[in-house]
């Protein structure tokens, strides 16, 4: 039954074939295999609707067309999961479903050019060599098909991959020196690191792309390809947009505000429309420090920091303290310090270097002499990553976002430039087109099953307070507190179906979320726990992208299967999980579920899992034990939701990519635990990229189609 009684997501899919106003071939077949999805059910999209799908899919890169397998078959999303769920383990290797080979490729402390050393299970690696390695803990990442040294949305066989490094933990460095404790200096002060520790995490952090070309089993690295490069938390990067040159990033490192020095906490991937890698800037609070300064630079401002996450006389993580050690170069670490000094103005110290990081930021895999650009118009935030809507030639460009921490909000960003298809190729000049100028909103979520983007701009008279859309980009959270964004139980990883333009959003779990703050989009809370599992969100544009209006259910609830109270997505042994957070839509439509989980670990490590989603409206309104009325898809079946892949203790399970001839899927494992990653015969455990391919060579998934 339809949950909303919006009409325009009430017509059948006659309607659906009828409208599709292109000649696309592939397109036709998905539209076909749709209906038998959606046979039964009620149908969705209006003639709009579906006529807009472009002739790519969102996943596979701009401009292309859905890749066809070898074989000349069309890639068509599979009718049901055919493949053996693979059970819950809590082992210490990687298990994959049965057919399938999962190889472990470019782990932590790779080098990417020759002559440098192997890492060493020592960990002595010298820190400035990761300008050259693989850094560590790889998340998000994508596949950029490669053919005479250019973009090759179609190409499978060789490619650069672009890869995120999120964080460091111990594992990077031997056992640390903190002979340097005095406990008489200031407390941000009182344990000094040693450079060549800090140096190695600075580096280990940011983003690799690598050339990588296929072999029998899977992808190895091209050592030496003039593509391969690192951007570090220790790189000028460029800033862009709405911020740009605005008072709120003039540092000492660039008094104009047009610049600044490194990428950090790459979480989430995407990809433009045009070709480019869109990485993000998720827990940059963690490296900065703050001393006591409140009294220098006033309430407004230290309001503005907390709200960041970076209090008055406190390090973010103390574990990073980047700004502490003695025996670095002058100036080399100054910055993560950004404590206002007093008789100084923001051009003469580094207290407005934190607003520097926090963006979505724009890498060209294929110009590795250009700077990360930072794109300031799209919101500071703990970005989580960003997707686009498919899009349409001569509309603007639409991009959802999550910001990654309990209670924050879920926003878009709607260029003001029309989407021309001739700028495929045209790399970060084309995102100075659309990502610099355009409008930034906020999502609110009606528990009737309705929603509003409330834009965050000087045109918004809920703003007035606001002196600029600058402010209004740099504090975006601040704003969208003011116009009652609504509170979401931590907005992970967005991704947007290429056949239904649904935008889904795993909100991975709230230890904070109260029984009595929950509300329709947010509806669970249980023994105190807040939302321990963590639920799918998902919802359609009413009024097209540019518009205010949008519909949502929630696609899955999270939930040990036999935790009946929150089990209520029907899950089982074969397909039950807890906190999702890594979500990717492949160019075929099937859904990409990863977990980074802490609530599930007793029974099962992190995993991998496939999903076939229908459509919004095709579940019920139910009551949650805890009272609250929501709207839910409908129930999993193992046909509809499996378990694929299992990772290794301690592990989480993110960043994920596929070929465009879907025969091959990558993701990355975290922090493993045990030996997992390290060197034959070492103990350092290390994170690495997963290759998965079918053993006999074919499509991923496309036994269904053959059977
Ligand atoms: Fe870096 Fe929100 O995960
Ligand atoms: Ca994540
Ligand atoms: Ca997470
Ligand atoms: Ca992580």
Not at 79 to 107: C, Q, R, S, W
Not at 206 to 219: A, D, L, N, Q, W
Not at 313 to 338: C, L, N, R, V
Not at 696 to 702: E, N, P, Q, R, Y
């Amino acid at each position: 039954m339809p949950l909303h009684s919006n009409t325009d997501l009430d017509h059948d899919d006659e309607i659906i074939e009828d409208s599709n106003p292109t000649d696309n071939p592939e397109f036709a077949n998905m539209l076909i295999k749709r209906r038998s999805i959606l046979k039964g059910g009620a149908g969705l999209m209006t003639a709009s609707f579906f006529g807009s799908l472009p002739l790519m899919g969102c996943a596979t890169g701009a401009g292309t067309k859905l890749a066809t397998s070898g074989t000349g078959k069309s890639l068509t999303r599979p009718t049901a999961l055919k493949f053996t769920a693979v059970p819950h383990y809590t082992g210490g290797n990687m298990i994959v479903a049965d057919g399938y080979h999962a190889e472990l490729i470019l782990p932590m402390g790779t080098p990417i050019v020759s002559g440098l050393g192997k890492w060493t299970d020592d960990r002595m690696v010298v820190g400035k060599s990761f300008k050259y390695r693989m850094g560590d803990n790889h998340d998000g990442m994508w596949f950029f098909g490669l053919k005479n040294g250019s973009y090759a949305p179609d190409v499978s066989e060789r490619g650069l991959l672009a890869m995120n490094h999120e964080y460091t933990n111990s594992n990077l460095n031997p056992i640390e020196n903190y002979s340097n404790q005095d406990d008489t200096a200031p407390k941000i002060f009182q344990k000094r690191r040693l450079a060549n520790d800090v140096r190695r995490e600075i580096h280990a952090h940011g983003v690799s792309v690598v050339e990588i070309k296929r072999t029998p089993t899977g992808y190895e690295l091209i050592k030496d390809s003039p593509f391969n490069k690192r951007y570090t938390s220790g790189t000028p990067t460029r800033l862009s947009g709405v911020a740009k040159g605005s008072e709120f990033v003039k540092t000492r490192l660039d008094p104009q505000g047009l610049s600044s020095v490194g990428i950090n906490n790459q979480c989430g991937a995407g990809l433009s429309p045009w070709g480019t890698y869109l990485t993000t800037e998720e827990n940059f609070l963690n490296v900065f420090a703050r001393g006591a300064d409140k009294g220098i630079i006033g309430d407004k401002n230290d309001k503005r920091l907390a709200r960041y996450g970076l209090k008055e006389d406190t390090i973010g993580d103390p574990a990073y303290s980047w700004h502490t050690p003695k025996d670095g170069q002058a100036g080399e670490f100054d910055h993560w310090d950004i404590t206002a000094k007093a008789g100084k103005t923001a051009t003469d110290d580094y207290r407005h270097t934190f607003n520097t990081f926090g963006y979505i930021t724009e890498i060209d895999p294929f110009n590795p002499k250009a700077k990360a650009v930072k794109r300031t118009s799209l919101g500071r935030f703990a970005h989580e990553n960003c997707a686009f809507a498919p899009p349409n030639e001569g509309e603007p460009l639409v991009f959802y976002m999550g910001d990654d921490a309990r209670g924050e909000y879920i926003y878009k960003f709607v260029s003001d430039a029309k989407w021309t298809n001739a700028d495929v190729g045209g790399g970060l000049a084309v995102g100075d087109k659309y990502l610099d100028k355009g409008t930034l909103f906020v999502a609110v979520f009606h528990d009737d099953g309705t929603g509003q983007w409330r834009e965050l701009s000087k045109k918004n008279p809920m703003l007035a307070d606001f002196e600029s859309d600058a402010e209004i980009a740099v504090f975006a959270r601040m704003a969208g507190d003011r116009v009652g964004a609504t509170k979401m139980d931590r907005p992970e990883w967005v991704s947007v179906s290429p056949i239904t333009r649904e935008i889904y959003v795993t909100l991975t779990n709230n230890s904070k979320r109260k029984e009595e703050d929950v509300n329709g989009a947010n509806p669970r809370s249980y023994d105190g726990k807040g939302n321990q599992h963590g639920h799918i969100i998902r919802f359609a544009e009413t009024a097209g992208g540019v518009g205010d209006k949008f519909v949502w259910d929630i696609y899955l609830f999270a939930s040990p299967h036999d935790k009946h109270e929150q089990n209520l997505s029907g899950l089982t042994a074969e397909n039950d999980l807890s906190s999702p957070d890594g979500l990717f839509f492949d160019p075929r439509g099937v859904l990409w579920i990863q977990t980074d989980d802490g609530a599930y670990t007793k029974t099962t490590n992190c995993m991998l899992l496939a999903s076939l989603p229908n459509h919004i409206g095709d579940g019920a309104t139910l009551s949650t034990t805890t009272g609250k009325t929501t709207h839910m898809g409908a129930k999993a079946t193992p046909d509809t939701l499996k378990r694929f892949f299992v990772g290794p203790k301690g592990c989480e399970v993110t960043g994920i990519t596929m070929t465009p001839d879907c025969k091959a899927l990558f993701i990355n494992i975290q922090h493993p635990e045990g030996t997992f990653g390290a060197v034959a015969g070492g103990k350092t455990p290390r994170s690495g990229t997963v290759v998965i391919t079918k053993k006999d060579g074919g499509v991923i998934l496309a036994e269904s189609l053959d059977g």
